[in-house]
T-cell receptor, first 114, second 113 residues
Framework: KNQVEQSPQSLIILEGKNCTLQCNYTVSPFSNLRWYKQDTGRGPVSLTIMTFSENTKSNGRYTATLDADTKQSSLHITASQLSDSASYICVVTLTTDSWGKLQFGAGTQVVVTP | SAVISQKPSRDICQRGTSLTIQCQVDSQVTMMFWYRQQPGQSLTLIATANQGSEATYESGFVIDKFPISRPNLTFSTLTVSNMSPEDSSIYLC??????????FGDGTRLSIL
């Protein structure tokens, strides 16, 4: 069973609108949580990275939140643009190894329409 | 941030053959990783490659099927051996460790006929 669950699996939003993606994890012990954007045909690109002590992190129109108590994170996209169409992947880092093994969610596929 | 180049970007191969994927990083990195990503699914770690030591494989992946080389701090290869249609997937290389973002290549899209 995947220890990182994302919802929704996919969504379609109108250009200019906001949306929020959810990530629930059961990974423990937890080191940090990352959000990646993966455009079609490209590798994932890091958007944000938060340690367990951080509640929020922004990167332009992307804002990630983290509640380490409930093991939930969200990624909010403000004023969506067509270029935001991509898969957004939630990734949790385990602390059991010094190099930090990553546990990936299946991603939320976002389609922004004109 | 590190820039990672992978090649080939895609290939179509015959059953039973082998393909070697190359991954080049524009800076020296300690840790390099190889992942597999099947359509609509999570990335799955195949193995971790450190320079100067044998790769560490995850459960379900073995060296005979996925031999890895790591000759220096900027380069690694993954070979997919004796390919079958089940090996059709995207193979991704990445570099980074600890609390630093991992940087990914754009992947190799492999189809086996």
């Amino acid at each position: 069973k995947n220890q990182v669950e994302q919802s929704p699996q996919s969504l379609i939003i109108l250009e200019g609108k906001n949306c929020t993606l959810q990530c629930n994890y059961t990974v423990s012990p937890f080191s940090n949580l990352r959000w990646y954007k993966q455009d079609t045909g490209r590798g994932p690109v890091s958007l944000t990275i938060m340690t367990f002590s951080e509640n929020t992190k922004s990167n332009g129109r992307y804002t990630a939140t983290l509640d380490a108590d409930t093991k939930q994170s969200s990624l909010h996209i403000t004023a969506s643009q067509l270029s935001d169409s991509a898969s957004y992947i939630c990734v949790v880092t385990l602390t059991t190894d010094s190099w930090g093994k990553l546990q990936f969610g299946a991603g939320t596929q976002v389609v922004v329409t004109p | 941030s590190a820039v990672i180049s992978q090649k080939p970007s895609r290939d179509i191969c015959q059953r039973g053959t082998s393909l070697t994927i190359q991954c080049q990083v524009d800076s020296q990195v300690t840790m390099m990783f190889w992942y597999r990503q099947q359509p609509g699914q999570s990335l799955t770690l195949i193995a971790t490659a450190n320079q100067g030591s044998e790769a560490t494989y995850e459960s379900g992946f073995v060296i005979d099927k996925f031999p890895i080389s790591r000759p220096n701090l900027t380069f690694s290869t993954l070979t997919v051996s004796n390919m079958s249609p089940e090996d059709s997937s995207i193979y991704l290389c990445s570099a980074g460790q600890g609390n630093q973002p991992q940087h990914f290549g754009d992947g190799t899209r492999l189809s086996i006929l």
